[in-house]
């Protein structure tokens, strides 16, 4: 845990196209973390006093319980586009979701406090979180209609792009019993669509490891919700999505 500088702030999209003025408002009440994978950022129930903003490869996802055995699915997944906890909220509220680390890296953390007497200093800041607020939730409202009408298949080619935009890298640490708690199916479903994707040369793994070989037909095997929601973010926060 180290105090960040202004430099930092910029590994995360959401705070890159701050003003200055802003970013200097945010910075003294900043720490940055290294975490690693699985790494609890907020649990449901619990109250929401901080905010993370994920830097360059680093990553999280909201999961939501099913109240089956202690299952949990993945509902929405958070890279340097975007925060997790206090945007919106004005206040402690207690989380719905719990917030883990996917992919290892840097994070920066304001208290939720601190965050909410900015906005009150700053009309633009709060202006600009409310519109990553609808981005999030236009996300969560797009896994909802993607699970319940895209095959296993689609869903995870989906999941491997978002994954591979917002690291920007085709290689990334993740076993296929992780992608199936995430996705929220049964490891044989995907143990069979990694095998098809392997076969066609779309993907390549190794112990732990998923290796993206061919985008373009990756993104054949996905559905269109990816590109949907990069559109929304396009035109509610310009430029912000993590895109080639």
Known sequence: MTAPHLDDLSHNALLATLTENDRK???????????????????????????????????????????????????????????????????????YATAQVRFSGRFLRIKTAALEQAKLESIALRHWFARYSDCLLAQLFQTA??????????????????????????????????????????????TRVVKRLRDDGTIATRRGVFVIRNEDLLRETSCSCTTTIENHFDTVLHGIYPVD
């Open 25 to 95: 408002r945010l910075l003294p009440h900043m720490m940055v973390f290294d975490l690693k994978n699985g790494t609890i950022l907020q649990r449901a129930g619990d109250e929401v006093v901080d905010t993370w903003f994920p830097c360059a490869s680093a990553m999280a996802a909201f999961c939501v319980g099913t109240g089956e055995n202690g299952t949990a699915v993945e509902v929405a997944l958070v890279g340097r586009e975007g925060a997790i906890g206090g945007i919106v909220s004005n206040g402690r509220v207690p989380a």
């Open 145 to 190: 209609a993607c699970n319940a009408t895209h095959t296993i298949a689609q869903r995870t080619a989906k999941w491997l792009l978002a994954a591979m935009a917002r690291t920007d890298s085709s290689q990334f640490e993740m076993t296929q019993e992780q992608l199936a708690e995430m996705l929220g199916v049964g490891r044989t479903f995907v």
